[in-house]
């Protein structure tokens, strides 16, 4: 059974590609409302979980249900009220931006002229130009308005800047966060630009080879990962034995941790080894969810 | 949806209009040229396998444009059924197929009907129909190929093999081309779902799919019998390309001249007189009795197996049959202006079935023809200008071919051999009277070589069917030599049965794979076909071994079945289905089944790793 309050809800959903599972029974409720940022490295399983959550792909077990249907079994009213951007922005290149649009004014019962017009101000868009003669930036601004102009109750961003230029994604952004009709949906955008989730997200949800890792506010999950800088002579301790290392680096003489959950007990961790003075210092978003993913990150083993 | 059309048209006009324009150039200058009405099969099937490339490379082109998965999502998330994103881009496709390859058809029939005075008919209005069917049946075998999962992309291909096969002509024709239509229409449907590699679940859709799979496997075990006999003819030691024929086999009958097979067939005669007919044989001229017509003529079929015209070299005109009109239509060779219409007779009636030019005779005057219609012969005396019927069959057996028989005339027909007196034959005003009936101890479409011997008070007439030998379809090879005295007395003096040179499991590999896709393929040859006595068989038992061997295959099918949906994820009503279509149709549905439906994925089979692509 699927509860009202979440969007999305994942029970043990596994998806299996021959030997390799990209999503490991991953248990998932996204709740109603707010900008959910899903994050992980490539192959953590984002797109197919958007896949299997859009009814492209069967899982290859447990559940998932969007908007509180079986995701496999989604009507084409259930399509009507979930918006989709990805990043490629596939849009028919040869029909003009103006025949587009009133195909979409058609399609959707709760179009909304007032949300398409103010997120299409944000681009230099003619009515008469085709979709295939719009910047990469452009086409994305359209997409965007198009699906924020359907009325979304759930819109689904899909590494929505992938490829665009500084000015592009500032205005991509812009248009998103000051889109009204974008508070009125709980949007869930995927991105692997930190700066992007740190100005829009409410929640951070961290996908890990198909396994959900964290699900809190960006800034919970920064204030969980700590920067310290120890004078360690001699050799540091082995990295195996420091307590929820993250990363480990020995510059100019100074060793250099990132550490996960770690409170004040680790400088006496740090003490211990011989460290002959520290200090704490909190990181940003970007470095935190890097060092979060580096962790486990494959590597080719130790010849 | 509409917009989806619309948009759709706009992708691909441009390429539409140049193929229209480069197809109408074509057929504009070919029509210049030739009269493009009254071509062999060869030229219209050349027209038709363009036609088809045109519609597969569309359907591949059109689809290939939306396979890409993020592409896919985006054309089908949205709050429009699949099957009706489908009818808006298969409907425009239909569309632009209709202007690229309809309309330049029907402007070249219109163009030669307002601007020569050939003859256009019925039938050829409807050939810009058949052609724009023939190319949207390939259109959405080819969006299906795209579309389906690899391991049964190909088997839409097979469902337009039925218009080759089959044996209706005219309307009916396209009747079958419709319903081909139909069919592939509702698989490019099915083939349109948000999970491409899905199989289909209602069970119509799954039968529909499942099918031409099974239709596919059946076709690709009989090209890889062809393959594997192309070896073996490249080996050397093919019967049919070896030195010698097998000796007693029907290779062998086929290769003899006529007094070889007489003395064949009479070596297997217990007759009193056999010994004094082969000494006669050995020493007389033995005559051969062929026939012009292979097949029956239909009314407004949409092709010809030949062109049905001659030429009056005298009156330099040109003679055009019309299916509307069941008459002659002749333009003049010099500046193509139209003669009027010609009949039988006097008063020009029309003729009762489609006649064909059947070349001449012997005794005719220079310049006069024969044409065939039905069960009739027409003489063309050229200098009257006029149709008289000659020889007539009865009960409408229709004619297959007149010639020459010594100093007599024979027609032969398909049921019976008539001899006529040939010394009436040049007279054209005198109906020809038979002389000898002699029936043709078989059926028409088995029947291979007739060669005769003039005796002082008959003939001895040797029968050969040995047309079918290699072919289920047909009668197990046979000779019979038959004595017919002028009296009309009739014998048969000897009945020789002819190895068919391949065992038997050769002859009856199109049925033992599956004896229910053979007879589906029999239902599609002759869906809406009507009988042809000319092409009618007798179509022999099928051995017991052969019983044997496909009853043994239909249950080890069913076995596979059993085997194979263990761990397939099939209700246990559907899994019962299965086992007992495996068991109906055979292998090919146990290999459908494989290669529609995969293992259920499990998460506990095989050591995973993770880090899959997202």
């Given amino acids: 059974m699927s509860d009202p309050d979440y969007v999305v809800q994942t029970v043990a959903l596994s998806k299996r590609y021959g030997r390799k599972l990209a999503l490991d029974r991953l248990d998932l409720q996204i709740p109603r409302g707010r900008i959910h940022a899903i994050v992980g490295a490539n192959g953590a399983g984002k797109s197919t979980l958007f896949r299997v959550l859009l009814g492209f792909l069967p899982p290859s077990a447990g559940t998932a249900h969007i908007l509180g249907r079986d995701s496999q079994r989604l009507t084409p009213a259930d399509r009507g009220r979930i918006g989709f951007v990805n990043e490629e922005h596939t849009l028919p290149g040869w029909v003009r931006v103006d025949a587009v649009v009133r195909m979409q004014r058609r399609l959707y019962p709760r179009w909304n002229e007032g949300a398409f017009a103010e997120v299409i101000g944000h681009y230099h868009v003619l009515p008469e130009q085709r979709v295939g003669q719009l910047s990469r930036g452009e086409r994305a601004g359209l997409n965007l308005a198009l699906a924020l102009a359907q009325s979304p109750e759930l819109l689904v961003l899909d590494e929505p800047t992938l490829g665009l230029d500084v000015v592009a994604k500032r205005a991509f952004l812009e248009s998103l966060m000051y889109s009204s009709a974008a508070e009125r949906c709980t949007v869930i955008y995927c991105s692997h630009q930190m700066e992007e989730i740190e100005r829009v997200a409410d929640n951070l949800i961290i996908l890990e080879r198909g396994q959900l890792k964290n699900m809190s506010t960006p800034e919970d999950f920064c204030a969980r990962v700590t920067h310290w800088v120890a004078d360690v002579p001699f050799k540091g301790p082995e990295p195996a034995a420091v307590p929820g290392l993250l990363q480990v680096q020995r510059l100019d003489g100074l060793y250099h941790y990132l550490v996960l959950d770690q409170d004040e007990t680790f400088a006496e961790f740090l003490r211990s080894c011989g460290a002959r003075s520290m200090q704490s210092m909190p990181v940003g978003l970007d470095r935190a969810v890097n060092g979060f993913l580096a962790k486990n990150h494959a590597a080719p083993a130790a010849a | 949806m509409w917009d989806l059309f619309k948009a759709e048209l706009l992708r691909l006009r441009v390429w539409a209009l140049a193929y229209a324009a480069v197809h109408l150039a074509i057929l504009g200058f070919l029509m210049r040229v030739v009269d493009l009405a009254q071509q062999p099969l060869l030229v219209y099937r050349v027209f038709g396998a363009v ?113 080759i096969v089959g044996g209706a002509s005219g309307p009916w024709a396209l009747l079958v081309q419709a319903l081909t239509v139909a069919w592939l229409a509702a698989l490019a449907v099915i083939a349109f779902k948000p999970d491409l590699a899905a199989p289909p679940r209602h069970p119509l859709a ?295 040179d391949f065992p038997a499991l050769y002859r009856y590999q199109a049925w033992w794979p599956s004896p229910f896709l053979h007879a589906l393929r029999e239902g599609a040859r002759g869906l809406f076909a009507r009988p042809d006595a000319l092409t009618a068989t007798q179509c022999a038992p099928v051995p017991r071994a052969i019983v044997w061997l496909a009853a043994v295959l239909a249950a080890l099918a069913a076995l596979g079945a059993l085997l194979l949906t263990r761990n397939r994820a099939f209700s246990p009503v559907a899994r019962a289905a299965w086992i007992i279509a495996c068991a109906v149709v055979g292998l090919p549905a146990v290999a459908s089944l494989w290669l529609l439906y995969r293992p259920q994925e499990r998460l506990d089979t095989v050591p995973l790793a993770h880090a899959a692509a997202a």
């Fill in chain 2, 206 to 500: 799954v039968a529909a799919v499942a099918l031409p799979v099974q239709m596919a496997v059946y076709l690709a075990f009989l090209v890889l019998c062809f393959g594997v006999e192309m070896l073996w003819i490249m080996q050397g030691s093919h019967p049919l390309n070896s030195a010698t024929a097998p000796a007693g086999g029907a290779i062998e009958t086929d290769r003899m001249d006529g007094r070889q097979r007489l003395l064949a067939g009479l070596a297997a005669s217990d007759d009193p007189q056999a010994p004094l007919w082969r000494e006669q044989v050995a020493l007389a001229d033995v005559l051969g009795v062929g026939w012009q017509l292979g097949a029956g003529l239909r009314r407004q079929s949409l092709t010809n197996v030949a062109p049905m015209e001659f030429d009056d070299g005298e009156r330099r005109v040109r003679w055009v049959f019309s299916h509307d009109r069941m008459r002659l239509e002749g333009y003049r060779l010099t500046d193509s202006a139209g003669t009027g219409e010609l009949g039988i007779g006097n008063d020009t009636a029309a003729f009762p079935a489609p006649a064909l030019p059947a070349g001449t005779l012997g005794p005719l005057p220079a310049g006069d023809g024969l044409l065939i219609a039905g069960d009739t012969l027409y003489h063309y005396v050229t200098e009257t200008g006029r149709i008289l019927p000659r020889i007539h069959l009865a009960d409408g057996e229709p004619l297959a071919g007149v010639q020459p028989l010594g100093e007599a005339v024979a027609a032969l027909g398909a049921r019976a051999l008539t001899v006529y007196d040939g010394r009436d034959a040049a007279d054209a005003d005198v109906p020809l009277t038979p002389r000898l009936r002699i029936p043709v101890p078989g059926a028409f479409g088995d029947l291979s070589a007739i060669d005769v011997v003039e005796r002082v008070d008959g003939y001895l007439v040797s029968f050969a069917f040995t047309a079918q030998a290699h072919d289920m379809r047909g009668a197990l090879p046979y000779q019979v030599v038959l004595a017919v005295d002028d009296d009309g007395t009739l014998r048969t003096i000897a009945r020789r049965d002819i190895d068919a």
């Fill in chain 2, 51 to 163: 036609y088809a490339l045109t519609g597969v490379l569309l359907g591949l082109y059109q689809m290939a444009g939306y396979r890409r998965p993020t592409t896919w999502l985006n054309l089908l998330h949205r709050p429009l059924a699949p099957w009706r994103i489908a009818l808006a881009l298969h409907g425009a496709g239909a569309v632009l197929l209709a202007v690229g390859v309809g309309l330049p058809a029907l402007l070249v029939a219109v163009g030669q009907e307002t601007m020569t005075a050939r003859v256009v008919d019925l039938r050829h209005w409807l050939l810009p129909l058949a052609a724009w069917l023939i190319a949207l049946g390939l259109y959405l075998a080819g969006s299906f190929a795209m579309l389906a999962p690899r391991r049964v992309a190909l088997a839409a291909l097979v469902l337009p093999l039925a218009w």
